[in-house]
């Protein structure tokens, strides 16, 4: 199995924790405002062996107490359940990021308890999901199938979206947080434009927006927050 980039630490991609982030390649969704394109569409070379990756674990114990999986889109790669039993026998904690279209590979997952925390990006409200996502079409049975399943879990578990002025206005918000009724953390991010975004031409709204679409979603989830707003 091949690594397809390497954060040796982070204090933001796991709450509370202090974590290596593994990238892995392929995704089935092609989001246009997406940080990460080169490796949606496999153009980004990979930079390490699963092995390579595990003697660079073996020297982090004492320094590192998880690592958070991410893509692309994790759930992809065949390998992954073996890939995370061997991080969790080396006694490290699992964040997996995934974009809801692998219910089954999710349960399997969660049946084994091989993940303790799990980030679902929630696109857009369910008119606009295929257009956000950058595809023809999106089945929302499968995306509704891994809200109910991270909701009913027991581990924590948080829904996050990334607000592009492109793709969302002020509607879609309460129709995306009623879609995760009763979640415990609901994340609006703010769009940052990089130099990976495959297409040019996208915004972030204004801070005084995002307060405003928190408040429309802050009704339906627990906890709503907002992410990259200054």
Do not use: W
């Amino acid at each position: 199995m091949l690594i397809y980039g390497l954060q040796k630490m982070t204090l933001l991609d796991y709450p509370e924790h202090v974590a290596c982030t593994v990238f892995l390649s392929g995704c089935d969704m092609r989001c246009p405002f997406c940080h990460n394109f080169e490796l949606v569409d496999g153009t980004a070379p990979a930079v390490m062996t699963d092995d390579e990756f595990f003697a660079f674990l073996d020297k982090r114990h004492g320094l590192l107490d998880a690592v958070a999986i991410t893509g692309g889109e994790p759930c992809v790669t065949r390998e992954l359940p073996a890939f995370i039993r061997k991080i969790r026998e080396k006694g490290f904690g699992v964040k997996l990021d995934t974009n809801g279209l692998h219910p089954d590979m999710v349960r399997g997952l969660l049946d084994e308890h091989l993940v303790d925390y799990i980030a679902m990006d929630i696109k857009n409200s369910p008119d606009k999901y295929a257009e956000t996502a950058g595809v023809l079409h999106v089945n929302l049975d499968v995306i509704r199938e891994t809200i109910d399943l991270l909701r009913n879990s027991g581990i924590d578990y948080e829904f996050r979206t990334t607000v592009v002025k492109e793709f969302h206005d002020e509607e879609d918000f309460p129709k995306m947080a009623k879609m995760i009724e009763g979640a415990k953390h609901y994340y609006l991010q703010q769009f940052t434009d990089r130099d990976t975004v495959p297409f040019e031409g996208f915004h972030a709204h204004s801070a005084e927006d995002m307060k405003r679409f928190a408040e429309l979603a802050r009704p339906y989830v627990q906890d709503v927050q907002l992410r990259g707003v200054e």
